[in-house]
């Protein structure tokens, strides 16, 4: 890490630049090669030229492993704990909300967080989270299905719905396109 004082030193303009006349670029450092209107093409998918699109996905997947790990485990959690809710409102269709929670929720995202420390699986993180996301707002929709209309689950389960959809993205740090599925 560059210490503050460097740094603004090299931010400062030679004497005979300024933004009007020419590219702005750091001094000592060369005129940067990024075609801009490649840039401006690309953004259409919301993706950097492959190159650079390449080099972000990696240092995006460096700087959000541990919070992604946090999430994956803070989502684990939240959505067992919900078991216990179970208990009250959902006590006619227990059996088949547990079979849905603790058969196939629970067990894709422990799965997708030991899959976070396997280096073999990092370019499919951000598929792996949108995945086990979709799993776990399909289960919640799953449970409103199954619970009897006189049961609370079948209208307050929603809510987990809106949960679902804060883990996915924001807690998740998932790319827009793997947050919208």
């Known amino acids: 890490m560059r210490n503050e004082t460097e740094y603004i030193q090299r931010l400062q303009l030679q004497p005979e630049e300024s933004v009007g006349e020419k590219n702005v670029h750091l001094p000592g450092e060369e005129q940067p090669s990024t075609d801009y209107m490649q840039l401006y093409a690309a953004a259409q998918w919301l993706r950097f030229p492959r190159k650079i699109e390449?080099?972000?996905?990696?240092?995006?997947?460096?700087?959000?492993?541990?919070?992604?790990?946090?999430?994956?485990?803070?989502?684990?959690?939240?959505?067992?704990?919900?078991?216990?809710?179970?208990?009250?409102?959902?006590?006619?269709?227990?059996r088949n909300v547990w079979l849905i929670r603790f058969g196939i929720g629970c067990p894709v995202l422990l799965i997708v967080v030991l899959f976070t420390f396997i280096k073999r699986f990092a370019p499919y993180m951000q598929l792996l989270g949108a995945a086990a996301a979709t799993i776990g707002g399909v289960g919640v929709v799953a449970i409103i299905m199954i619970t009897q209309p006189?049961?609370?689950?079948?209208?307050?389960?929603?809510s987990g719905l809106i949960l679902v959809m804060l883990f996915t993205s924001s807690w998740l740090r998932l790319r827009f396109w793997y947050a919208l599925v």
Request: no cysteine.
């Open 54 to 94: 390449a080099e972000f996905i990696a240092d995006y997947y460096n700087s959000t492993i541990k919070t992604t790990r946090w999430a994956f485990t803070a989502g684990f959690l939240i959505y067992a704990l919900f078991g216990y809710l179970d208990l009250y409102v959902a006590p006619i269709s227990l």
């Open 150 to 158: 006189v049961e609370v689950a079948n209208t307050h389960y929603y």
